[in-house]
């Protein structure tokens, strides 16, 4: 079945560090692709997607470029902040047009002041 | 921010007693979501409604779980004899529309623990 993995469980960086959170799918069809952020005590919040190829999506300062031809969706920022401390999922809408979602298991951001 | 309202927030239940949890979707949206998030922050589709009628549901579902979206009622996921596997963080989203690359807005979770 269709599935997504995040190379990362933790990435630890110091503020105005460089992100790079590295997500891989697979899937039958082609599928519209998230990223979603998660703070302790709350559900995942909705980041941004991307629904075809060469799409870039982005929100507060995060970014990620829908790739195809290597099954990527890759998040990234220029320069984190302490806030930005939480846990990342890249996440794939199914092809069955219900909107249900397949998550990788989360990288955790620690940001360090 | 998201308008997807849970209830309650923590939920304590015996084995083999009824978890009962409650969610109302943000206005307007006519796509319901449950999903299990568990303690190694694995997520498990449990079930999606659209306009009150189920689109998908997942075996385990279909035996101890139970889920509803009335009209002009919250919606609800009900297991009728919890299990200490069941204990997890129990998420409701919405959705404006049941499409491939619709967004999906998540509530903050019942964290059912059974102990």
């Known amino acids: 079945g269709d599935s997504v993995t995040q190379t990362e469980g933790q990435v630890a960086l110091s503020e105005e560090d460089f992100l790079t959170i590295h997500c891989n799918y697979s899937a039958s069809g082609y599928p519209a692709l998230f990223w979603y952020v998660q703070y302790p005590g709350e559900g995942p919040q909705f980041l941004f997607r991307?629904?075809?190829?060469?799409e870039k999506g982005s929100s507060r300062g995060f970014e990620a470029t829908y790739d195809k031809g290597t099954t990527s969706f890759h998040l990234r920022k220029a320069s984190v902040q302490e806030s930005d401390s939480a846990v990342y999922y890249c996440a794939l809408g199914d092809g069955g047009n219900t909107g249900k979602l397949i998550f990788g298991l989360g990288t955790t951001l620690q940001v360090q002041p | 921010n998201s308008k997807v309202i849970q209830t309650p927030r923590y939920l304590v239940k015996g084995q083999g007693q009824k978890a009962k949890m409650r969610c109302i979707p943000e206005?307007?949206?006519?796509?319901v979501f449950w999903y299990q998030q568990n303690k190694n922050n694995e997520f498990k589709f449990l079930i999606n409604f659209q306009n009150q009628e189920v689109l998908q549901q997942i075996d385990m579902t279909e035996k101890r779980f139970s889920a509803e979206c009335p009209s002009n009622s919250p919606c609800s996921l009900e297991i009728q004899s919890s299990e200490a596997g069941d204990s997890a963080l129990y998420l409701c989203?919405?959705?404006?529309?049941?499409?491939?690359?619709?967004?999906?807005?998540f509530g903050k979770g019942t964290r059912l623990t059974v102990v």
């Open positions: 989203a919405s959705s404006p529309q049941g499409a491939r690359g619709a967004e999906v807005f």
């Open positions: 206005k307007g949206h006519p796509v």
């Open positions: 991307a629904s075809r190829d060469k």
